[in-house]
């Protein structure tokens, strides 16, 4: 009888055990994904409500061009019309703001308003990241990264796809007590463009891949979906 009850109260405490670590896990969970949500939601919504501004801002500027153009057309225009010639204008005010700020001294107030806009308390963060990102997803020749590599992050035996950006700084290289070190920005989906991890690694644990920065990008954005045409052959460095 002893021996009955006894094992029923190690089978208790065994389930006990199994529960709390199930409930510890789950909590876990829960709090990782929570914390993975906002830290996507936040900056997208910002990033949604600064362009939302933005294009209202520059409707208002095209406003009376619009109605100018509207009000030589036939009466009472379709309203089709009128959307078009709205599209129409404000990819034309982009145009002319793209092409002005190409050439002095259209560069020259680009970079001060730019210098201006990251002296502002609040506002200079979201900018900082909209133009980043901005850069690079008009950036034809991708030249902020070398090459994709491989790397072995977070832990042995788990990879992921990084870019090489710059030669690491000999005060890292000194100071870690290490000549072969790397600089790879490994990038986060979904958002590749402005989340990741900037890394100084040893180059035994960067590898080649035979992919292009646009392939991988891609990949990454779209959570490893779009993966199934790149290429698997990988080399140490």
């Known amino acids: 009888m002893k021996t009955l009850k006894l094992a029923i109260f190690i089978s208790t405490l065994r389930y006990s055990a199994v529960m709390t670590a199930s409930h510890r896990r789950g909590t876990t969970l829960l709090k990782r994904w929570l914390i993975n949500g906002i830290a996507i939601t936040i900056p997208l919504v910002i990033t949604i409500l600064v362009l939302v501004v933005v294009l209202n801002f520059v409707l208002n500027i095209l406003s009376p061009v619009v109605q100018g153009i509207v009000y030589v057309l036939p009466n009472d225009p379709p309203t089709v019309v009128v959307e078009l010639v709205t599209l129409l204008s404000l990819i034309g005010f982009f145009l002319l703001v793209g092409i002005v700020a190409e050439y002095t001294p259209g560069r020259y107030i680009s970079q001060r308003l730019d210098a201006t806009m990251e002296t502002i308390p609040g506002v200079s963060t979201v900018y900082e990241s909209v133009r980043r990102a901005s850069n690079m997803l008009i950036d034809d020749d991708t030249e902020q990264f070398q090459d994709v590599k ?53 180059a035994e644990h960067v590898y080649d891949v035979d992919i292009t920065v646009e392939e991988a990008i891609r990949s990454i954005a779209t959570l490893g979906v779009d993966s199934s045409d790149l290429g698997n052959e990988m080399r140490p460095e």
């Not at 788990?158 to 030669?167: P, Q, S």
């Not at 986060?188 to 990741?196: D, K």
Request: proline fraction near 13%; glycine fraction near 8%; charge should be negative.
């Open 150 to 202: 491989v790397v072995e992050f977070p832990h042995k035996d788990a990879y992921m796809l990084g870019f090489l950006t710059a030669g690491t700084p000999p005060a890292i290289e000194n100071r870690v007590d290490n000549s072969t070190l790397v600089t790879i920005m490994v990038p986060l989906g979904p958002n590749p463009t402005t989340n990741g991890f900037v890394m100084h690694m040893p």
